[in-house]
T-cell receptor, first 113, second 113 residues
Framework: GQQLNQSPQSMFIQEGEDVSMNCTSSSIFNTWLWYKQDPGEGPVLLIALYKAGELTSNGRLTAQFGITRKDSFLNISASIPSDVGIYFCAGQKPRSNDYKLSFGAGTTVTVRA | DSGVTQTPKHLITATGQRVTLRCSPRSGDLSVYWYQQSLDQGLQFLIQYYNGEERAKGNILERFSAQQFPDLHSELNLSSLELGDSALYFC????????????FGPGTRLTVL
């Protein structure tokens, strides 16, 4: 089952709006990754975070690695129609030699034109 | 294009049958991961191989098996298929090591009738 709690589950946003989604866990993670998945496609890596407190941007996307190492958030600024899709957070636990990722359930984003 | 390729794109088969899904990682990546994505379970880690050796196992059924070949491509074998095995199966690859940025292939959609 899912180890990461991702919220909101879905959102309708107005074009031009800034939006935010987050991911929390009861466990500490060493790495947080944010992916976007379009229908029928594989997840595409958006941002990778490796250090507690780290704030990283990729165009209109900004993500932060929470200082407790148990959470992360993703912001999308000035939403456009192509931001539609499902956004997943993923984390990797420390002292893990296998590097497998645990995924959140996803946030479905729909943009109102 | 992530550089990870998967074949076939779609697969339709009957219960009780056996299928093989194929994945070629990005050039230079030594680790291959298999994930299952279904509507009710989200993205679930199945198994990881690193340079030909099994590194980690997740929620993989005994009816499923995988291997990674010397040229680093990987195959996921699913046998005695059941209706509930219908899902999207993704392969991801990474260089492995500390910075675990996993890149996903386009997936194989398996339908078991």
């Amino acid at each position: 089952g899912q180890q990461l709690n991702q919220s909101p589950q879905s959102m309708f946003i107005q074009e031009g709006e800034d939006v935010s989604m987050n991911c929390t866990s009861s466990s500490i993670f060493n790495t947080w990754l944010w992916y976007k998945q379009d229908p029928g496609e594989g997840p595409v890596l958006l941002i990778a975070l490796y250090k507690a407190g780290e704030l990283t941007s990729n165009g209109r996307l900004t993500a932060q690695f929470g200082i407790t190492r148990k959470d992360s958030f993703l912001n999308i600024s000035a939403s456009i129609p192509s931001d539609v899709g499902i956004y997943f957070c993923a984390g990797q636990k420390p002292r893990s030699n296998d590097y497998k990722l645990s995924f959140g359930a996803g946030t479905t984003v729909t943009v109102r034109a | 294009d992530s550089g990870v390729t998967q074949t076939p794109k779609h697969l339709i088969t009957a219960t009780g049958q056996r299928v093989t899904l194929r994945c070629s990682p990005r050039s230079g990546d030594l680790s291959v991961y298999w994930y299952q994505q279904s509507l009710d379970q989200g993205l679930q880690f199945l198994i990881q191989y690193y340079n030909g050796e099994e590194r980690a196992k997740g929620n993989i059924l005994e009816r499923f098996s995988a291997q990674q070949f010397p040229d680093l491509h990987s195959e996921l074998n699913l046998s005695s298929l059941e209706l509930g095995d219908s899902a999207l199966y993704f392969c991801a690859s990474s260089v492995s090591g500390k910075y675990n940025e996993q890149f996903f292939g386009p997936g194989t959609r398996l339908t078991v009738l």
